[in-house]
């Protein structure tokens, strides 16, 4: 049997490491994942636990609005609250955490600066790029005119 989570989006907030009374680092955090297109786009917000030196990782090096992907298994638990009610949360254990886009592209991008949370602003226009245009390639003066059709001339009827 399988159990193997692979996910990628962005934290929600600064993630949470704890030391359990036998010593071991514990982080908790959630990645919000879009799924979806168009008008069924959806936001998936994903709960994660990390163990140990993944732990203390996370802790270190990501805070809220960095892009981050998590490997792990999923994990299903419960148990009984104060009302006496059983609750019950899905989590993905995480066995791999890496960084979801350099360091280089949250700056050019973002602003990200270490001295702040990185919040990424959504409601901004992005900013424009000034390059140069990649030239247009050209095609061999040798070649029939019938052979080739440019593309715009090229049937649309396609079987997918």
Known sequence: MINKAIIMGRLTRDPEVRTTGSGKSVCNF?????????ENRQTEFINCVAWQSQADFVGR???????II???????????????????TTEIIASEVSFGESKKS???NAG????????????????????????????PSN???DEF???S??????PF
């Open 30 to 38: 959630t990645v919000a994942v879009d799924s979806g297109y168009g």
């Open 70 to 88: 998590v490997i792990g298994r999923i994990s299903t638990r419960s148990w009984e609250g104060q009302d006496g009610r059983k609750n019950y």
């Open 112 to 139: 990200y600066s270490p001295q702040q949370n990185y919040a990424p602003s959504y409601n901004q226009a992005p900013q424009q790029q000034y390059a140069q245009p990649a030239p247009q390639p050209t095609m």
């Open 61 to 67: 090096y990501f805070t809220k609005g960095m892009m």
């Open 143 to 145: 070649l029939d005119d």
């Open 149 to 151: 059709l440019p593309i």
């Open 153 to 158: 001339e090229v049937d649309d009827d396609l």
């Open 106 to 108: 949250r700056e050019a």
